[in-house]
């Protein structure tokens, strides 16, 4: 019942939104279901396809999704994933332009680079919030932003391409690359591939295994779990590390799979995204799957929907706004974080 | 070192830092009654488009400011709301709220303004003139400084002391440290803690909303697509600098703007000799928050109350 009251209340905003910008709603929002599922005209222009733009997302969002619902499942709120992200893109960038790696390591080695870096990125606030007892909230949005200035500074200082003045890093190598998901996609790569892996992995540790279920007790209640016997502080440092590897991951693979470099202004908003994602399914690594797609086809119907009519865009971020209102009122009240 | 430290930088630094400053104290507002805000962002930015709005709707500047803490308050109160009655987490709904305030105002801003603009419309909004100096102007240092203020910088260098006064010698300022240091032991006492919750976050509202309007009304004149830019999260690491002190907090926000006047000042100059790079000024004050929130700058203590 509160799904279907959900879906109506989207539904309406959705309308109002659209009717506001002028356009007749049943045209809007056939556009937006195009730009959601794939445009049926052949002679459809800009991205050869709406699938490209929406497994692209659904990439980055699923990741920063499992991001944000790792250190939830533990009890930590990370919202530091956007400064992860850009963190571990930029090292990524970095170890993708290095020579004399062999090319069969290559692309696992930039990968892997970029999540330890998402990972170091996010241990800071883990050990403040352990240790110190500082609110972790409060220091990842602090981090987030020194993320901002430093990659920044690097870029345009100290990783910059030799070869021209933009502020950007050289091309990573073919090595590095990862392959798209079908010829004529410019943006979707195999990372998907990646990203659907490491869900249903994190959906069998995190319910079927001794570690996952201490990780979500300390997560459920930090001081039975300590009265059982687990080392709450332990878990909580593990997901947090585990939770900006995915997000730096996620940046790695924007990386690896569609941009090639790092540049000034990289798109980290998909780390405030995955907020969303993560609440919508509920912390559930599986419904993760659902939900990041579920975000991706509104953003991708709300561009189209930009493209064909000129109404703004910002109508998918008003709707996500409203959605994590609605999920957080009727499934988490009276969730308390420590600290 | 003179021709960079003088009265024109620490006037800037002042412009700079006011926003901060209303807003820190928003946050302290809502903070000190046990709602974490870090929807402060969200609260700037519709407050700068709706007083956009209304000063351009009406030609008066005065309009735009009550607009803007209109839409403050309004929004501050879907955040009381959504903690306190539908109880929800106080972080997912800061969240939401700054998503809902990025969507809705650079969606409005698409619908409402920019059509005036390409209409031929002047999108330039009418601002609050400056605070006239009469012959001060020419005095050394102390005339560079003044030059230029808004009356809201004068309001927003006074509150401080205000609310302060307000918490530590009225009936008013002993309930909301009932309330956020343990609301239920306050409960029990006859303090109407909802009540006093949903005032708090409405204040917030209203300080937060003002530092919107100052940057259209009094700073650029126009409204510009995610305008706010960072500065409810500046503000936010200032309260806590600041350690939820009014003084603190206003300290913290005047260093802050400090930093970005000085920033701007520099733009590659070498400063002592040194090149320093502007990213780094830019991320000082979330370094040093970050410091401090290791326990480096003395003992942190929050509300014991916030968040629940």
Known sequence: ?339 | MGEIFDGQLFGAAIRQATPLILAALGGLMSERVGVINIGLEGKILMGAFAAALGALLTGSPLVGLGCAILVGITLALLHAVATQAWRTDHIVSGVAINLLALGLSTYLFRQLIVPREEAGQTSVVPMFAPIPLGGMESLPLLGALLKDQSWLTVLALLLPFVLLALLTYTRWGLRVNAVGNDSVKARTMGVPVMRMRYLGVMWSGVFASMAGAFLVLAATGQFRENMSAGRGFIALAALIFGRWHPLGAAGAALGFGFFEALQMRLQGQPLFGMQLPTDLLLMLPYLLTVVALMGLLGKMKPPSDLGN
Not at chain 1, 52 to 61: C, F, G, I, P, R
Not at chain 1, 97 to 110: A, E, F, K, N, S
Request: charged share 15%.
């Open chain 1, 1 to 339: 019942m509160p799904a279907l009251l959900g879906a109506a209340i989207v539904l309406s905003v959705l309308t109002l939104l659209i009717m506001a910008s002028g356009q007749s709603v049943g045209e809007g929002l056939q556009i937006i279901l195009q730009g959601a599922i794939g445009y049926p005209r052949a002679d459809a222009y800009g991205p050869a396809d709406a699938w490209d733009a929406v497994l692209h997302d659904m990439t980055l969002l699923l990741l920063t999704g499992l991001a944000v619902a790792v250190a939830l499942q533990a009890g930590l709120f990370n919202i530091g994933a956007a400064g992860q992200l850009l963190v571990g893109a930029l090292a990524a960038a970095w170890a993708g332009t290095l020579t004399g790696v062999p090319d069969r390591l290559h692309l696992l080695l930039t990968l892997m680079v970029g999540a330890v870096a998402g990972a170091l990125w996010a241990f800071v606030p883990v050990w403040l919030k352990v240790r110190r007892g500082a609110h972790e909230v409060i220091s990842t949005i602090m981090f987030n932003y020194i993320a901002l200035y430093l990659t920044h500074w690097l870029v345009t200082e100290r990783l910059k391409d030799p070869m021209g003045d933009a502020p950007q890093t050289a091309l990573v190598l073919e090595a590095a690359r990862l392959p798209m998901l079908r010829e004529d996609f410019l943006q979707a790569s195999w990372g998907l591939g990646i990203a659907v892996v490491i869900a249903l992995w994190l959906w069998l540790t995190l319910y079927h295994s001794v570690w996952g279920y201490e990780l979500r007790l300390t997560g459920a209640n930090r001081d039975a779990a300590d009265a059982a016997g687990v080392s709450t502080a332990r878990r909580m440092v593990e997901a947090m590390l585990l939770s900006g590897a995915l997000a730096g991951l996620a940046g790695a693979i924007e990386v690896c799979g569609t941009q090639y470099r790092f540049f000034e202004g990289f798109p980290s908003e998909y780390g405030f995204d995955g907020i969303a994602v993560a609440l919508l399914a509920g912390n559930h690594p599986a419904l993760a799957l659902f939900s990041a797609w579920l975000m991706s086809a509104l953003r991708s119907g709300a561009y189209h929907l930009h493209a064909e009519t000129g109404a703004p865009k910002e109508i998918a971020v008003v709707v996500q706004a409203v959605l994590i209102l609605y999920v957080a009122a009727v499934y988490l009240r009276k969730r308390r974080l420590e600290g």
